[in-house]
């Protein structure tokens, strides 16, 4: 964005707030395309266009920071501007060394971009990254950095999957109507032990503004602390401040919704500085601001910035509020549930005597149905979105780990749901720092084992049917058979001789297990692979790992397309309606005498080729009553429909199968509250609601 114009300005009541929205979103693009030319550019012959293009990134940046006071960016950026300018007009050469500081000053700068939009992101000392840039345009030559560790350049990656330094925080949540509320927060740090501790504050009661306080020491970033208290209260109802022992300020009303000023620019006013107010004064809120996300990659694989500084962006497109596009998907979730209910009412009807209602209907469910994947495009994102952010996490990692490394990334342009994609990165960092770390070997090892000196890791994804599937591969060492069997064996995991090697490799998705001698601050195979897998799990997907020992191991990772809408088979139980997730369902089949068996006091087991599994039935696990005039209390013809779920199975045993169909998927949680083995609720064509079975839950509850 360039410098913005003060024409119009009568009497100083032009408010520049309106446009700070539309600066800290082209800064971010602005930022990561400014990465993505240094990460790729020949440093012996660098083109005057990419030059010109890096020189302008921080031009831009400056000329907004300079128009709304942001002093700290415009000062630093000035400085690369200094740097940049003399490298462009060809009077200083381009060297790894002045790569490695631009892009810690890209990172600097973006943390003080986002502590102005009310982040509590620490911003480092900028003195000694001032003296450097100084020192390179007066052309010394600075002896080559060690890269920082991978989790600066990202602040909020992977962070609670990693054994990092935890942070003291102040955690205010409220106003409360019942301070019992807050106590759930407790329950996510026992059930996630990586996230830290939490502590009671003010003897664990309300304070006079109905608020309750703790204390967290935690590695996770504040934005990752929000989204899991989300699960318990309202976002607006968290707020995040650093941990300070002197006495809380006094508690302020939940900051006002993103205002839209009717221009297309979506603001949270209540996240920004006021105009007079000076930087280092700007008040911390719920959540830090999201870094910038890369953007995606133009059809020749390299997005470039224009004469204006700013990303190109197709002329054509229309930048929408996440919060209007969601409101648009539930109304047409809302339509494709009336459709149904109408095609409900009418399929009785005489063909003949209503041809035309009938047909209109059949009309009304075709476009239904391509409306509905219309709205549900809009929601997708290309998986360059994840992508574009490890070339730079490997640059750093192979300068810390004194490795060489090349990163290979296939399928960029696949989509995915904008909700899954947010939460899919954690994960991928962490498979990926993995296979950086302990999957590829040091050059000298590599070419001692004949193989090339550069290790390659290669991040792909592909659509599969109504799921993606991402794949992060490398052609390092493999996995150690052995040696895992010797871990396992120490830990008291239940291992035999003749195991294959699916079911060894399974053992590294056990809480804890790694096989590595010492904790690595980069990662640490098995540490953290189970909240890996817990957590895709948790989107409706699965994760699989496959090794060859000395060829490299690969793990794929199989997400649904979207969480919004799904395809469920629709089960009787009782009188009731409930859906599974087509995805988990295995298979059906009548029950026979004699098939299912008792194990110890009421524990039974079916023997389905050759493998044993639990039987649950689902009329006594929700507590279904059976319909009247039934005197023996079970159904005449059971069903057993076999589930699996992170690769274990389980027989539910229902009345009678109803048929496939899609379903809009409701949070139940929000309009209710939470329910014990189940995931979510629908409305069916004839206005019923019916539940969602969660089948993870289930399957883990059955098997314990």
């Not at 990561?32 to 831009?60: G, K, Q, W």
Request: glycine content about 8%; hydrophobic content about 45%.
């Amino acid at each position: 964005m360039g410098e913005v114009s003060n024409q119009g300005l009568q009497g100083g009541e032009f408010d520049l707030t309106q446009f700070y929205a539309v600066f800290f979103e082209e800064a971010g693009e602005n930022l990561a395309n400014m990465e993505s030319l240094l990460i790729e550019i020949d440093l012996d012959a660098p083109s005057d266009e990419d030059l010109n293009a890096v020189f302008r990134v921080a031009h831009s940046i400056k000329g907004g920071a300079a128009t709304f006071g942001f002093s700290d960016v415009t000062n630093l950026t000035h400085e690369l501007e200094t740097l940049l300018d003399r490298v462009r007009r060809h009077e200083l050469a381009l060297n790894s060394s002045m790569v490695d500081v631009l892009l810690e000053a890209g990172d600097v700068v973006r943390a003080q971009l986002a502590r102005h939009q009310g982040s509590t992101t620490e911003i480092p000392e900028t003195s000694d990254l001032v003296g450097r840039i100084k020192l390179l345009a007066s052309g010394a030559v600075l002896e080559p950095r060690k890269a920082a560790p991978a989790a600066a350049a990202e602040p909020d990656a992977a962070v609670s999957l990693l054994p990092a330094g935890a942070r003291r925080l102040a955690v205010r949540v409220g106003p409360l109507t019942d301070g019992k509320v807050a106590d759930n927060l407790a329950e996510l740090f026992r059930d996630i032990p990586s996230l830290g501790t939490i502590t009671a504050a003010d003897g664990g009661a309300l304070d006079a503004a109905g608020f309750r306080r703790f204390v967290v020491d935690t590695p996770s970033p504040d934005s990752e602390l929000v989204e899991l208290f989300s699960f318990h209260v309202a976002r607006e109802q968290v707020v995040i401040e650093p941990y300070s022992a002197a006495p809380a300020p006094a508690a302020v009303a939940p900051p006002p919704p993103a205002q839209d000023d009717g221009f297309g620019f979506f603001i949270d006013v209540a996240t920004l500085p006021a105009r007079t107010a000076a930087p280092e004064a700007v008040a911390p809120v719920a959540a830090s601001a999201p870094a910038p996300a890369a953007p995606a990659k133009a059809a020749d694989g390299k997005q470039r910035a224009d004469k204006s500084g700013a990303a190109n962006l197709d002329s054509n497109t229309l930048r929408v509020s996440v919060e209007r596009v969601d409101q648009l998907i539930n109304l047409v979730g809302e339509l494709v549930i009336t459709q149904a209910m109408l095609t409900q009412q009418v399929k009785d009807l005489d063909p003949a005597q209503f041809r035309s209602l009938l047909g209109g209907v059949t009309d009304l469910e075709r476009n239904t149905r391509h409306l509905q994947e219309a709205v549900m495009s809009i929601r997708m994102i290309p998986m360059s979105f994840v992508f574009n952010r490890f070339p730079r996490l490997i640059r750093d990692l192979a300068a810390k780990l004194d490795k060489k490394i090349e990163l290979k990334m296939v399928g960029e342009a696949t989509e995915l749901d904008k909700g899954l994609i947010e939460k899919i990165i954690d994960p991928l960092t962490h498979l990926v720092r993995n296979s950086a770390d302990h999957g590829l070997e040091t050059a000298a090892k590599r070419v001692a084992a004949g193989k090339p000196e550069t290790g390659t890791i290669t991040l792909s994804a592909s659509h599969q049917g109504g799921s993606i599937l991402i794949e992060v591969r490398d052609d390092g060492a493999g996995l150690n058979r052995d040696r895992i069997l010797a871990k396992a064996a120490e830990r008291g995991l239940p291992v035999r001789d003749d195991m294959t090697d699916s079911e060894v490799w399974a053992l590294i998705w056990e809480a804890g297990f790694s096989t590595a001698d010492t904790v690595s601050d980069v990662s640490g195979r098995g540490v953290g692979m189970d909240v890996v897998r817990r957590n895709i799990a948790a989107l409706g997907g699965t994760a699989e790992l496959d090794s060859v020992q000395g060829q490299g191991t690969r793990v794929c990772v199989r997400l649904p397309l979207t969480l919004a809408i799904m395809d469920g088979m629709s089960i009787g139980v009782g009188g009731e309606t409930y859906i599974l997730p087509l995805a988990s369902v295995i298979e059906s089949f009548q029950v026979e005498p004699g098939m299912i068996q008792t194990v110890g006091s009421n524990g039974r087991v079916v023997k389905v080729r050759d493998e044993y599994m639990p039987v649950v039935s689902l009329g006594q696990e929700f507590n279904v009553p059976q319909p009247a005039g039934d005197e023996s209390g079970k159904p005449a013809n059971e069903i057993l429909v076999i589930i699996e779920a992170e690769g274990k199975r389980l027989a539910a045993i229902v009345d009678e199968l109803l048929g496939q169909h899609q379903v809009v998927v409701k949070n139940l949680e929000s309009n209710y509250r939470r329910v014990r083995d189940i995931s979510g609720a629908t409305i069916l064509g004839d206005g019923h609601v019916a539940l969602i079975i969660d089948v993870s839950s289930l399957v883990k509850r059955a098997r314990h």
